[in-house]
């Protein structure tokens, strides 16, 4: 089940995605009480939290999601496409947007870094304001102010579901509500004060801001149920840039698999329901191979039972 947030007029909905249509959530489960003869307890919010694993309404929503899926004449009488919607961001508010560096060996290794084992290290966690948040389809503005390092990351990236707090690794899998598809668009050299008197911590801190500006977190189109993704770590994850491929490997090259990362996170920073985490990028970013990003470039980030993220960039006027 795969749970997305769109407009049709004005008002955000919800809906069950299947990549070229959508079925709202509203109208399916009107369609599944009547055939039946039931009252499915579907909690219809404009978060989908609630209908994915840890929400109240998870049985009901994955109820009609499998009666969807046995009845095609169904499905299709209430399907609509997906390019005559608006689709949005599948978490309008999310508590904490949470993103790891470095957690492919591929990726440090074209950086000139050295991979460290996981038994050697710990994972390298910071945050992305929520005014980074962007929508699939749409634009994302490169900043005149900076406008000439602008780079992509293709990300699984995990919701949370229910209240997590010092977490065991074997454990963590129960407080995932599901996983979405995050580009992290970064600055590679921002330099707020190009004239500025160096600090020894300035290096760090330009990274980090790099990361914050207007609209560099899109994720979609949907959030993937945690009962139609079992092990987050065997996914195949892409991203191409104007049609050529740039980024491609699977998730079981992550150095911290998703429950390692949530047992991590969660000893120091009580996770909550509907907290994003995105657990890095592979080798193929545009800074290693000197294809940074420009006005009109299209990207499409894709990792396999979720879904492609699409977005493209424009010059800030």
Known sequence: MRICRYT????????FYYDDHIVPLHT??????????????LDITTSPIS???????????????DWLEEHH????????????????????????????????????????????????????????????????????????????????ECELAIVIGKTAKNVSESDALDYVAGYTVVNDISDRKYQPVPNRKERDRDAFFDWQHGKWHDGFFPFGPAIASTQTITDPNTLELELSVNGEVRQQTNTDHMIYGVPAVIEFISRSVTLEPGD?????????????????????????????GIGTLNNYMVSES
């Open 28 to 41: 399916a489960a009107k369609a599944y009480n009547r055939a039946t003869e039931s009252q499915a307890a």
């Open 73 to 152: 004449a169904e499905r299709v009488a209430l399907q609509i496409p997906t390019d005559s919607v608006t689709l949005l961001a599948p978490l309008a508010d999310p508590p904490k947007i949470l993103l790891l560096a470095g957690n492919y060996a591929s990726h440090l290794e074209e950086e000139g870094r050295i991979a460290l084992e996981k038994e050697e290290t710990f994972p390298y966690v910071f945050m992305k304001p929520r005014t980074t948040i962007n929508h699939p389809n749409a634009p994302i503005t490169i900043p005149a102010m900076s406008p000439d390092f602008i780079d992509y």
């Open 51 to 65: 209908c994915l694993p840890g929400g109240e309404s998870t049985d009901a929503a994955h109820a009609i999601a």
């Open 8 to 15: 049709e007029n004005t008002d955000a909905q919800l809906g």
């Open 276 to 304: 994003i985490i995105a657990t890095g990028t592979t080798a193929g970013t545009g800074h290693a191979l000197g294809k940074l990003l420009r006005d009109g470039d299209q990207m499409s980030a894709t990792i396999e």
